[in-house]
């Protein structure tokens, strides 16, 4: 018991070292099909060193540098940037095969280590490595239409499924669009959300349902219904745009009766 007391006390007085000081100048990386290279800027705002490891991933998360395989290469993949300066990071596509009649996602990995602390501050500062993720999307050569005019043309419908509602999201494009949230409101002026979802990115040619939450009994009464969703553009940007919903939801079909033994 004394021990534990002695744990948690020393852990209450340990501050913990958790901003991160580099940053990468943008929130996705367009690698146009055909292109050399694309290059990624990442800028130290801070007051000290920082020794930055990059690397590449395919969609898993707790992947590793040293347990993937991407066809690209990144140079540098570990430097360091001095305060107040900055790095740039070339991506270089290295032609293994990749779909040519749609994009292709994968992520970029930044993980900024914090240099080591001494003197007074090394007995009571907890410090970690800071890791952040964006997109990189490879985007052929020929692709029909474009990026933005995929993302206004999803097509919706609502499901209700018991006290379940949910979005259906249609993406035929050869583009994946990724949008920050989304809400369904009566196709009225100023009014109000009846249910809301989080964001999300529908690949492409692919349909994609996302739960609604904060619904409003009013969702059920029917009348001409709006979905407004935001979608993140090629720079980052946040777009709103409106589309129209079916008058009536589609119900789920109803389960099977379990069959007697």
Same mark, same amino acid.
């Given at each position: 018991? /004394?021990?534990?007391?002695?744990?948690?006390?020393?852990?209450?007085?340990?501050?913990?070292?958790?901003?991160?000081?580099?940053? /990468?100048?943008?929130?996705?990386? /367009? $690698?146009? @099909? @055909?292109?050399?290279?694309?290059?990624?800027?990442?800028?130290?705002?801070?007051?000290?060193?920082?020794?930055?490891?990059?690397?590449?991933?395919?969609?898993?998360?707790?992947?590793?540098?040293?347990?993937?395989?991407?066809?690209?290469?990144?140079?540098?993949?570990? *430097?360091?940037?001095?305060?107040?300066?900055?790095?740039?990071?070339? +991506?270089?596509? *290295?032609?293994?095969?990749?779909?040519?009649?749609?994009?292709?996602?994968?992520?970029?990995?930044?993980?900024?280590?914090?240099?080591?602390?001494? @003197?007074?501050?090394?007995?009571?500062?907890?410090?970690?490595?800071?890791?952040?993720?964006?997109?990189?999307?490879?985007?052929?050569?020929? +692709?029909?239409?474009?990026?933005?005019?995929?993302?206004?043309?999803?097509?919706?419908?609502?499901?209700?499924?018991?006290?379940?509602? *949910?979005?259906?999201?249609?993406?035929?494009?050869?583009?994946?669009?990724?949008?920050?949230?989304?809400?369904?409101?009566?196709?009225?002026?100023?009014?109000?959300?009846?249910?809301?979802?989080?964001?999300?990115?529908?690949?492409?040619?692919?349909?994609? *349902?996302?739960? +609604?939450?904060?619904?409003?009994?009013?969702?059920?009464?029917?009348?001409?219904?709006?979905?407004? $969703?935001?979608?993140?553009?090629?720079?980052?940007?946040?777009?709103?745009?409106?589309?129209?919903?079916?008058?009536?939801?589609?119900?789920?079909?109803?389960?099977?009766?379990?069959?007697?033994?």
């Amino acid at each position: 018991m /004394i021990a534990l007391r002695a744990l948690l006390l020393t852990l209450t007085l340990l501050a913990v070292s958790a901003h991160g000081s580099v940053i /990468i100048v943008g929130t996705r990386v /367009i $690698y146009p @099909g @055909g292109s050399r290279d694309v290059s990624v800027r990442l800028l130290n705002r801070g007051d000290r060193p920082a020794l930055v490891q990059a690397w590449l991933d395919k969609g898993d998360s707790k992947s590793t540098p040293d347990s993937i395989s991407v066809p690209f290469a990144l140079n540098p993949s570990l *430097t360091r940037i001095d305060p107040e300066r900055g790095q740039v990071l070339r +991506l270089t596509y *290295t032609g293994e095969p990749l779909p040519q009649d749609k994009e292709s996602v994968f992520w970029l990995n930044v993980l900024e280590v914090p240099p080591k602390a001494t @003197g007074e501050e090394a007995s009571h500062v907890l410090q970690f490595a800071l890791r952040t993720r964006i997109k990189l999307f490879y985007r052929p050569k020929g +692709l029909k239409d474009k990026a933005s005019d995929a993302a206004r043309a999803l097509q919706w419908r609502l499901v209700r499924s018991g006290g379940t509602w *949910t979005a259906e999201g249609r993406n035929a494009s050869p583009y994946f669009v990724s949008f920050a949230g989304l809400s369904v409101r009566p196709d009225a002026k100023d009014a109000d959300a009846l249910a809301t979802a989080p964001g999300g990115m529908i690949e492409p040619g692919a349909t994609q *349902t996302f739960e +609604l939450a904060n619904v409003k009994p009013a969702l059920a009464a029917g009348g001409p219904l709006l979905l407004r $969703y935001t979608f993140i553009d090629d720079y980052g940007a946040f777009v709103d745009n409106d589309t129209p919903l079916p008058e009536s939801a589609t119900p789920a079909p109803a389960a099977a009766p379990p069959q007697g033994k």
